[in-house]
């Protein structure tokens, strides 16, 4: 696979931290980052839990701070609460690190 530019899926708080543009896939048999769309800029990222009551935002925001090493609470989701496509806040300056390890996964 050649490179890949996962920027797209990333806009800076003005304090430099990070939203990313993620479309969850809810249900799924397997959890983590598993693609990446290109053309509008989604982070795509699978969860068991089923999309009802708030239990696939939650597995989502345990999946991304697992994946990311961060702790829960400096994941926020902050758009798409009810929408497949949400909008996360992660409470980390370290962009080049999060890049990085999207990239690592995808490779």
């Not at 702790?71 to 496509?85: N, Q």
Request: a positive charge.
């Amino acid at each position: 696979m050649g490179f890949l530019d996962v920027s797209k899926c990333f806009q800076m708080t003005l304090d430099g931290q990070a939203i990313l543009n993620v479309k969850v896939q809810p249900a799924a048999k397997e959890e983590g980052i598993i693609g990446y769309n290109e053309w509008n800029g989604e982070l795509k990222i699978a969860v068991k839990a089923i999309a009802e009551g708030g239990k696939a935002n939650k597995a989502l925001i345990h999946v991304i701070s697992k994946s990311f090493n961060l702790p829960k609470d400096a994941v926020e989701i902050t758009a798409g609460l009810k929408s497949k496509s949400k909008k996360v806040k992660l409470s980390t300056t370290n962009i080049q690190l999060i890049k990085s390890i999207i990239e690592r996964t995808l490779m």
